[in-house]
């Protein structure tokens, strides 16, 4: 069975400072991985995707992942911080492959602050 | 713009009464899901359907129903039957064909709040 998990429900940095949210994936199969990003009261919106192409996978708003096999991770970062940047954070696994898009598996979500 | 609505943003309820979400698409969409998220436990998923005339129950389809009579459109009845329907509801629709089949897009989202 699939499932992920977001390490820390809450992180907090400063601004320009690095950001790095923490995503585990459990998938018997090669899993498909997503990033989203929610602001208050919004909807998801996706921020990156790894497809099985290149490991290392880049986003919108500066953001980018890397899938490493060896460690079943999928951690988000960013090299600098903006104060834009205070939003909730979920991790997603899928199958590969899989064309009903319904074994989407979300993580709890990270809730990430940005300190002036 | 293509995009996902849904209506309306705020929703108060009384106890005991049901009430309608509307969700819907022109992003041409096959597949459509229907999800609740509480603080601190993620999207769970309560219904979905692949095709008009056809859904399947999620995990938390308890007290809720669906239709889906037009393939832009999704709406969810939160019943009476829901004993904590106080959350936050998003719908999503994906593609089944083509490249971003994985991918779910999302609308804005309804807040229901049960008085």
């Known amino acids: 069975a699939q499932s992920v998990t977001q390490l820390g429900s809450h992180v907090s940095v400063s601004e320009g400072a690095l950001v790095l949210l923490r995503c585990n994936y459990s998938?018997?199969?090669?899993?498909?991985l997503f990033w989203y990003v929610q602001y208050p009261n919004q909807g998801l919106q996706l921020l990156l995707k790894?497809?099985?192409?290149?490991?290392l996978v880049k986003g919108i708003n500066g953001f980018e992942a890397e899938f490493k096999k060896s460690e079943t991770s999928f951690h988000l970062t960013k090299p600098s911080a903006h104060m834009s940047d205070a939003a909730e954070y979920f991790c997603?696994?899928?199958?590969?492959?899989?064309?009903?898009?319904?074994?989407?598996?979300f993580g709890s979500g990270t809730r990430l602050s940005i300190r002036p | 713009d293509g995009g996902i609505t849904q209506s309306p943003k705020y929703l108060f309820r009384k106890e005991g009464q049901n009430v309608t979400l509307s969700c819907e698409q022109n992003?041409?969409?096959?597949?459509m899901y229907w999800y609740r998220q509480d603080p601190g436990q993620g999207l769970r998923l309560i219904y979905y359907s692949q095709i008009v005339n056809d859904f399947q129950k999620g995990d938390i389809a308890e007290g809720y129903s669906v239709s889906r009579e037009k393939k832009e459109s999704f709406p969810l009845t939160v019943t009476s039957a829901q004993k904590n329907p106080t959350a936050f509801y998003l719908c999503?629709?994906?593609?089944?064909?083509?490249?971003?089949?994985?991918?779910?897009?999302f609308g804005p989202g309804t807040r229901l709040t049960v008085l």
């Open positions: 992003l041409n969409h096959d597949a």
């Open positions: 790894y497809t099985s192409a290149a490991t």
């Open positions: 999503a629709s994906s593609t089944l064909s083509g490249v971003n089949t994985d991918t779910q897009y």
């Open positions: 997603a696994v899928t199958l590969s492959g899989y064309s009903s898009a319904s074994k989407i598996i």
């Open positions: 998938s018997s199969v090669p899993p498909y």
